[in-house]
């Protein structure tokens, strides 16, 4: 009762309270309504912020796709230059293009492959040493590549061992599944994540079939299921003609897709390489078979330059076909004015008479000087004039068959290498272009050997070398660093990537690059010994290129010659389709004066 009675009581006086004076209990109830309305807004921005986040997040990972370039039947069909130009048809559109390699060997980098292993080693311009389709990448799209643009079976296992020997993984078993997978998945997105690619196109090497390329196809599968619609495969691959059939055959293409199929991968897009066109029956044939539409089956027949391919691609709307199958508007088709146009003068330069330069070197395939091939063809095109380059063997040569060797050669240019095989030859090719005045180019290895040539035959140091060649020379007019000597590791005592060099006005590399200032790209391991400087430039060599960081010498040239330069760095890896480098353009324009200045004498 008296519970009863006191609770009563409660309610009279809040009520009495109420009534009596609402003006007291208003204010408190202003301010408990504020403060639910604050607390209520805050939760609701915190919930808003979660939910423009995650919208973020997802726009993030929509933002870039992907593009997996995969190969089948046979290998040397050309991945890299469909990659190449896949990329510089999405790259016209306007969208931001990268595009990386992914070699199945276990070797961490090519830098230590034979040439006649692999080709040419392309650096980038931070030093990586990678495979020779980043070249292509590079002068497709005039992009430059980077270390992770191009990923080994090697770099991954050593970076999942590297993981576990640290405990990043917390005693777990390592396998090849989810470990070695998730690792080539996290460097095939890399690029995408950390510069917000439009597209990222990852080539995978080898052959579909091959058992190295196993975890790759396994990731890529992994990647589509992920990805949805933000990924993408193309697959290449071979149609042969047989010509005592006189038919052309699509089973091997059959069967190079159920191998892909077997992996858990159905491609998106066929590629058919073909010497011979391709009917449309052939190519609703390959559709059906294949689980494929027929507007994304495409032929890749023989051209006469590779420069034409993205215009072969245009023409089949194969970019237009990817751009569709990932859900992104196809709008108009660009015209491609600077490329055609490079192609227009090309063809016009392939119908002039061929201008002959002698490539001196000891690799006797077309992959090893890949870069240097290239930039020369790219030069001619530019002087208007069709380019032959004629290998030179240097480990042929002698003084007695130097003549006969470099007969009808316009210019000279002495290869890049390492090691002291056909490196004689080189001497012999150097003196002769040096003592008949013949435009010469030396490149790398190739400069140091016109340094070498000018010590024993201009300064007399006949016995002058390199330490390379000769450790106890007497001469080491080319040396190592100090600073290097004490490095055993294979690779470590290289100078790699772009370096700056200060070149000397007058010069004629200061005339071909109209420029004081450039930085250019390095792979060697050896240096012009400045203790000799001083006796060249008096004897008439003067060096041109200075490192302003290490005062190493980067050009040499002999003024009083028509044209003679030597280049320790690779100016090579730096020429493009739309871009062809200042001293491959110099140096087949003075090859063009020499030539026709001699032919006028003959008359």
């Known amino acids: 009762m008296f519970r009863k009675h006191r609770n009563r009581e409660r309610k009279r006086k809040h009520a009495f309270f109420i009534i009596v004076s609402p003006k007291l209990y208003v204010l408190p109830l202003f301010f408990v309504i504020l403060r639910f309305l604050s607390l209520t807004c805050r939760q609701i921005d915190t919930q808003m912020c979660k939910q423009n986040n995650n919208i973020k997040n ?62 040419e080693c392309y650096v980038t311009v931070d030093g990586h040493e990678a495979d020779l389709d980043l070249g292509h990448y590079e002068r497709f799209l005039g992009i430059q590549t980077t270390k992770a643009n191009n990923i080994t079976t090697g770099r991954i296992y050593k970076s999942v061992i590297d993981k576990e020997r640290r405990g990043d993984y917390l005693g777990k078993t390592i396998q090849v599944i989810p470990h070695i997978t998730d690792e080539i998945k996290r460097n095939v997105k890399l690029l995408g994540n950390k510069y917000k690619f439009d597209f990222v196109i990852t080539e995978i090497g080898g052959t579909v079939g091959d ?126 004015g600077p490329w055609r146009a490079f192609l227009e003068r090309r063809h016009k330069a392939e119908n002039t008479e061929p201008l002959h330069i002698a490539l001196v ?47 009808g050669m316009a210019g000279i240019l002495i290869g890049p290498g390492f090691g002291e095989r056909g490196v004689a030859g080189k001497f012999v090719a ?27 035959n201009v300064l007399g140091y006949t016995d002058a070398d390199s330490r390379e060649m000769n450790e106890k020379t007497p001469h080491n007019v080319i040396d190592i660093m100090e600073e290097q000597k004490s490095i055993t590791n294979m690779g470590g005592t290289m100078r790699l990537g772009a370096y700056e060099c200060i070149l000397q006005k007058g010069s004629k590399a200061y005339e071909a690059y109209g420029t004081e200032h450039i930085q250019e790209r390095h792979r060697h391991r050896y240096e012009f010994n400045n203790q000799y400087k001083t006796e060249y430039e008096a004897a008439g060599m003067k060096c041109v290129g200075i490192n302003p960081e290490s005062d190493l010498v980067e050009i040499v040239e002999i003024p009083e010659l028509k044209w003679f330069v030597g280049t320790q760095f690779h100016p090579e890896y730096s020429s493009t389709v739309l ?9 087949i324009k003075a090859s063009i004066e020499s030539f026709e200045e001699k032919e006028k004498a003959k008359k």
């Open 361 to 407: 070197g000891k690799y006797d395939l077309q992959d090893a000087y890949k870069s240097i091939r290239e930039a020369l063809s790219q030069a001619g095109t530019y002087n208007d004039c069709k380019v032959s380059v004629d290998f030179v063997n240097s480990e042929k040569l002698t003084e007695e068959n130097v003549a006969e060797a470099l007969k």
């Open 579 to 587: 871009k062809p480098h200042p001293l491959f353009l110099a140096f």
């Open 211 to 336: 058992i190295e390329s196993l975890p790759y196809l396994e990731s890529i599968r992994q990647l589509k299921w992920e990805l949805g619609r933000d990924a993408l495969c193309v697959h290449l691959t071979y149609v042969p003609y047989l010509t005592a059939a006189g038919e052309l055959k699509t089973k091997p293409t059959q069967h190079s897709v159920k191998e892909l199929q077997s992996a858990g991968i159905q491609p998106d897009i066929l590629v058919l390489r073909t010497e011979h066109e391709l009917s449309s029956n052939v190519r609703k044939k390959v559709a059906l078979f294949c689980n494929v539409d027929e507007n994304a089956v495409v032929q890749s027949i023989d051209a006469p330059t590779i420069y034409e391919v993205p215009i072969l691609m245009q023409a089949q709307k194969l970019d237009e076909t990817i751009l569709k199958k990932m859900g992104l508007p196809v709008g108009d088709t660009p015209g491609l």
């Open 58 to 119: 997802s726009i993030a990972v929509g933002e870039t796709k992907y593009i997996f370039v995969t190969g089948g039947v046979a290998s040397s069909l050309g991945k890299g230059i469909i990659a190449s130009s896949i990329g510089k048809l999405l790259q016209a559109r306007g969208y931001k293009v990268t595009i990386q390699k992914f070699d199945p060997y276990i070797n961490i980098d090519p830098g230590t492959l034979n040439p006649y292993e692999h080709g």
């Open 430 to 456: 150097i003196k002769y272009a040096r003592t008949h005045d013949i435009p010469t180019f030396g490149i790398c290895l190739g400069m140091q050997c016109i340094a070498i040539e000018f010590a024993r």
